[in-house]
């Protein structure tokens, strides 16, 4: 047999193996300390035994638990009795994964896979141990169950989890709708302006960079929950880039490319459109780290185009990052790197939507997929229609090389905020050269980009800076149009932004209502004197090439 020479590369087999050997090689060894294992033990057998008394004396208390609030699971007993028992099976497992010795984001991890498993074994989302279920299906005599079945089989179809009435949507119908035209577009993505709703604007023009990882509709859902027509409204000529859903002749695109050629190149196409060398910028979670990142590209070549830049949920300090550091050591970004990177032996790939919203949703598993399993298959219940779940479901692809980029010199290795320590575009970065004034919003409930990792961005930014906490999630938290009069905000008493984020809660004040109000009267201060508003759309060059909300928006992944 010829030995391999020392200095040969090793295969894509071998590198795959020595990737697997390190994402394992943190779980060699782990164990529960013998007190705390013993402790455990005599606990369990105590609730144990107490539940098993208790349900053969017929008084068995009704689960907190919303899977086994309904009527069916109290009135038979070994449902409830198994209710019960997995319950505290549940707590068992977890307070065993809050005891496992171990490096903290190796006890994280496990407890998430607990979790996960926890979640995934609760009887309720099995036929066979769901008396709700059973009791449906007898009472519509098998209607349920083939309803059910279909609902499956059109999910299998769609190969997704469907958690809503995707029927009752279309892009540019019923959801994406304010008036406007694209007025530029190039192979990463297409530009739109929107139709003034006042006589006059402001000078300055508004561009919205939303994320890539998503499409940009979900700031425009409905005209009463629209961030972009609420712009508008607000005398702002709105511009928005629209991403293009990466297809395999896509699959080479670079962080770099997505910088230079949509972002900056929006910059430039707004700035030939309004005759204005500067305008107002908003970046939505990674969208505002790609804009953040072309700003402190064009910073370097000694070009200032943002007069004020807003980040919702955005992530430019990434020290801590909540339940998605799990997913990301340098044996996993290492995998995903030789499976679709630029090197990947079979050449870069695409990191396909849908495997990305179903990481998504299996962060939140009971409420986002147990939940539609349960009601959709068991039930035969098809879910109703609700537009932010449709947005939701519309998944869209990344080009490997960029998304490599992103989980290494981000997530990874917390690059962005170190001055000089990335060259993008052929420019050293160094976000501190930013000069615009920046408004920061971060949602308190956020699982995606935790508040405080939002609130880090005030300790890199240079200009002037304000925060604003909203209540709720990720996107709950962002799309609160002021006339539902829903949540709070909370505002610091002062302009101080110390560095602890608890800090500056300590001292903030809340306001009843949507943050949007603030935000608005933030912005209007840098927009510039108003003017009359412009009777087309485009200009300078720029025609409409086709009405809003374009072709890109439409493809789906």
Known sequence: MK?????????????????????????????????????????????????????????LDKPADRRFSAEAWQSNPASSFMAQLYLLNARTLQQMAEQVEGDEKTRARIRFAVQQFVDAAAPSNYLALNPEAQRLALDTQGESIARGLQLLWGDIQRGHLSQTDESAFEVGRNVATSEGAVVYENEFFQLLEYKPLTAQVHERPFLLVPPCINKFYILDLQPENSLIRYAVEQGHRTFVLSWRNPDESCKAWTWDDYVEQAVIRAIQVVQEISGSKTLNTLGFCVGGTLLATALGVLAARGQQPAASLTLLTTLIDFSSNGVLDLFVDEASVRLREMSIGPDAPQGPGLLHGKELAATFSFLRPNDLVWNYVVGNYLKGEAPPAFDLLYWNGDSTNLPGPMYCW????????????????LTVCGESLDLCKIKAPVYIYGSRED???????????????????????????????????PAKGKRSHWIGKTAALPEQAQQWLDS??????????????WLSTHAGAMKPAPRTVGGRGHKAIEPAPGRYVKTKA
């Open 447 to 481: 699982h995606i980009v935790p508040w405080d990792s939002a609130y880090r961005s005030t300790q890199i930014f240079t200009g002037k800076k304000r925060f604003v906490l909203g209540a709720s999630g990720h996107i709950a938290g962002v799309i609160n149009p």
């Open 3 to 59: 030995r391999k020479s020392p200095s040969a590369a090793p295969s894509a087999a071998e590198e795959a193996s020595a990737v697997a050997a390190d994402l394992f090689k943190s779980l060699a060894g782990l164990q529960v300390p013998v007190s705390a294992w013993t402790q455990l033990q005599a606990s369990y057998l105590q609730q144990a035994s107490s539940l098993w008394n208790q349900a053969l004396q017929g008084h």
């Open 508 to 521: 903030a004040v809340e306001h009843p209502g949507s943050w949007w109000t603030d935000w608005a009267s």
């Open 406 to 421: 992103y989980l290494r010199h981000t997530y990874l290795q917390n690059e962005l905020k170190l001055p000089g320590a």
